[in-house]
């Protein structure tokens, strides 16, 4: 029987807890369909308790990248994931709006650190030509949550109540805690499992930088963090409001709704993975970031931008569908070399690079819903709020080739920050 190599189980591991930290946010999303009614609450109060995980989520970007950096992704993710499963327990024993809010900021806390802790232990796990396909795959694992989400939880609610589906979900949280905190060795070298042959092709150990240097980082990594806020609209767009989506714009029931909301996401899950693996080949093949990132993000977005385009020619429900397919498809694309881009950067400062970019999908995820709710019970229209997604990846288009990954940020052995060419 051939040998699991460590790094896959690494890779397997991150992919679980990717999957379990997106079905723990969207979870709500389907859920709302319970609680809402059950507290008899509006869109827009709805779109509150959607976007109340992002607020402390935004603000524990950098300061748990920063962590990651400083002591590790092993420690980091084990707190933040007992922290995150907690939440979700506490979710299910809301007993109104104000409760609601507070279980979801605090699940906002425990999963601010997890996509930098994540990449800060790819930068060490990863070898540097299979950082794209990792970050697609961790991401598609993420989408496969997401498309699984609305039929999960509409069979918990049906079976039991909506405050079970959280508790279920809780439950797999802390399984994935327990089993992070035997098999994950922040150093390669230190994995049992471990061969030389696997050592060979991994990142060469790095010591860790004395400081970061906050300002010049801030700056380097703005049009990156700029352009993924860009993303990140769309994204918590969809996360937040397509079950609802089909649900009220179509008068499906529950159950029809969440099947094609998980048809949505799960097209998703194939632009993720194709995107990791496209941006990896490009690079393999012509040597150059600037292509396999920058030219594939702005094509990408593009293309996300059109896809959208039919939502306002006509109402019809496969029309519908199609259309909000290829867009959240080409969108993902994006995922593979954007999430890729810190670690091109500034590989030293992996975790917090990554999360001060992540930092434009957070306060998007503040921004999107509670504003597409607004607009939603201001002008009834539930296709109004996708026209801002098109306007946001023209932008980034546009920004896309500010991002300059081909420029990497380097500290200097006597403590000096510039910035070198890679």
């Not at 060490?124 to 609305?150: D, L, Y």
């Not at 805690?177 to 994995?191: L, R, S």
Request: charged residues 15%.
């Amino acid at each position: 029987m051939k040998r699991i190599r460590a790094s896959s189980i690494v890779l397997l591991m991150l992919c679980v807890m990717y999957f379990i930290t997106y079905l723990d946010r969207v979870n709500v999303s389907t859920a709302a369909a319970g609680f809402g009614k059950e507290f008899g609450l509006s869109k827009t109060e709805i779109g509150l308790v959607f976007s109340a995980f992002a607020y402390p989520y935004l603000v524990f970007q950098i300061i748990g990248g920063w962590v990651s950096d400083r002591f590790g992704a092993r420690k980091t993710l084990i707190f933040c994931g007992a922290l995150w499963a907690s939440a979700t327990v506490l979710t299910g024993f809301a007993g109104g709006l104000v409760s609601l809010l507070a279980a979801r900021v605090l699940l906002g806390f425990g999963e601010g650190a997890t996509f930098p802790a994540a990449t800060a232990a790819m930068s060490r796990w990863v070898a540097k030509e299979k950082r794209g396909f990792a970050q697609g795959i961790t991401h598609a694992a993420s989408r496969v949550g997401n498309a699984a989400a609305p039929a999960a939880v509409v069979f918990v609610m049906a079976a039991y109540g909506w405050r079970e589906s959280f508790y279920a979900c809780a439950v797999l949280s802390f399984i994935w805690v327990v089993v992070w905190a035997m098999t994950f060795t922040e150093y390669p070298k230190d994995h049992p499992r471990i061969t030389e042959q696997e050592l060979a092709v991994l990142p060469a150990p790095k010591p860790k930088a004395a400081s970061v240097p906050w300002a010049k980082l801030f700056k380097r990594m703005a049009p990156v963090t700029i352009v993924y806020f860009c993303y990140g609209w769309t994204l918590w767009l969809f996360l937040s409001w397509i079950p609802q989506y089909f649900l009220h714009s179509y008068h499906l029931n529950l159950q029809k709704s969440a099947l094609f909301a998980s048809s949505v996401f799960f097209a998703g899950v194939l632009g993720d993975t194709l995107g990791g693996i496209v941006t990896d080949k490009i690079l393999t093949r012509t040597g150059s970031l600037k292509r396999a990132r920058s030219w594939m993000v702005a094509i990408c977005m593009m293309l996300t931008l059109l896809s959208l385009i039919p939502l306002f020619l006509s109402h019809d429900l496969y029309v519908s569908l199609a259309s909000l397919s290829a867009g959240f498809f080409f969108s993902e694309m994006t995922i593979g070399p954007m999430w890729a881009i810190p670690m091109d950067i500034a590989p030293e400062h992996s975790g917090t690079a990554s999360g001060m970019m992540n930092t434009g999908s957070a306060l998007a995820a503040i921004l999107s819903p509670v504003l597409s709710g607004f607009l939603i019970d201001k002008f009834g229209s539930w296709e109004l709020p996708f026209f801002g997604s098109m306007l946001l990846m023209g932008i980034g288009v546009v920004l896309a080739f500010r991002m300059q990954p081909e420029t990497k940020f380097a500290v200097e052995p006597a403590g000096h920050v510039g910035e070198l060419h890679a």
